[in-house]
């Protein structure tokens, strides 16, 4: 059985005419799926009509207490909710989880070093059975990135490590494609060019770019760490636009 994992950002949701569109596109893959989403403008929108102060740090969220509160109602609340009803009605039988539900993303508090992340934390573990009864079962599970300890805290995590983790679990019991969207079309050699884009990306032609400066800056990690969930077994994967999910950059073996 092929499924796709496919990570979208909070941006998405927000805007009901976008999340429309998306759903749309979602209901007719014509396959199974798993959507992995995120939420962080929501909740800085929820933060700044609360008075709550959103804390960064090179771009990344600090998670004290009040914003954790935050997360969870934001993402495992109403982003999630808003994802799984605009899919129910389009006939989509999506059932929406935080990775706390059912222990299906499980993680541990990101330690303090240089910084004090607050309520962050770091995957440890996919329950993946609890996945692959929802999916054999023709459900499609909804997940958002709040996760949980050992010990009972909820956990802020990053959705795009959610998603890879997610995948990686799943691609023991199925072919995976994990899908990350972003607001190109996918791979560019120019950033400002969208008919430049890279259709497939093997390892020797990831390090001939990368040598001649063709891929840097954001994309390198996004693709290092798409070699890594491939080295785990995931079959592919591939970084394209919300409005084409079956098309963008596939990066593979």
Not at 137 to 148: C, Q, R
Not at 155 to 162: I, P, Q
Not at 193 to 200: C, E, G, K, N, Q
Not at 231 to 236: D, M, P, R, Y
Request: glycine share 10%.
């Amino acid at each position: 059985m092929k499924i796709k994992v496919i990570k979208i950002g909070g941006k998405l949701i927000e805007n009901s005419t976008i999340l429309a569109s998306l759903c749309d596109h979602l209901a007719s893959l014509g396959e199974a799926f798993v959507l992995v989403h995120g939420g962080g403008v929501m909740g800085s929108h929820l933060a700044e009509k609360l008075g709550v102060e959103v804390k960064m740090h090179e771009g990344r969220r600090i998670t004290d207490e009040a914003t954790l509160d935050i997360a969870v109602m934001a993402y495992a609340g109403l982003a999630n909710k808003r994802v799984v009803a605009a899919l129910q009605a389009r006939g989509v039988n999506a059932c929406g989880l935080s990775g706390c539900d059912m222990a299906v993303v499980k993680s541990h508090r990101r330690p303090v070093k240089d910084i004090d992340w607050g309520f962050v934390g770091d995957v440890d573990e996919v329950n993946a059975d609890v996945l692959a009864l929802l999916l054999d079962n023709g459900a499609i599970p909804v997940v958002s990135p709040i996760t949980f300890s050992p010990n009972g805290d909820l956990l802020n995590t990053n959705a795009d490590s959610v998603a890879s983790a997610v995948a990686m679990g799943l691609a023991r019991k199925y072919e995976v494609e994990l899908v990350f969207t972003l607001d190109k079309a996918g791979v560019l050699l120019d950033v400002n060019d969208d008919s430049s884009l890279i259709p497939s990306i093997t390892p020797a032609l990831y390090e001939e770019l990368r040598s001649a400066e063709r891929i840097h800056s954001g994309m390198i990690p996004k693709i290092d760490n798409a070699y890594k969930t491939i080295e785990a077994g995931v079959a592919s994967v591939r970084i394209t636009s919300p409005d084409n999910l079956t098309g963008g950059t596939v990066v593979t073996k």
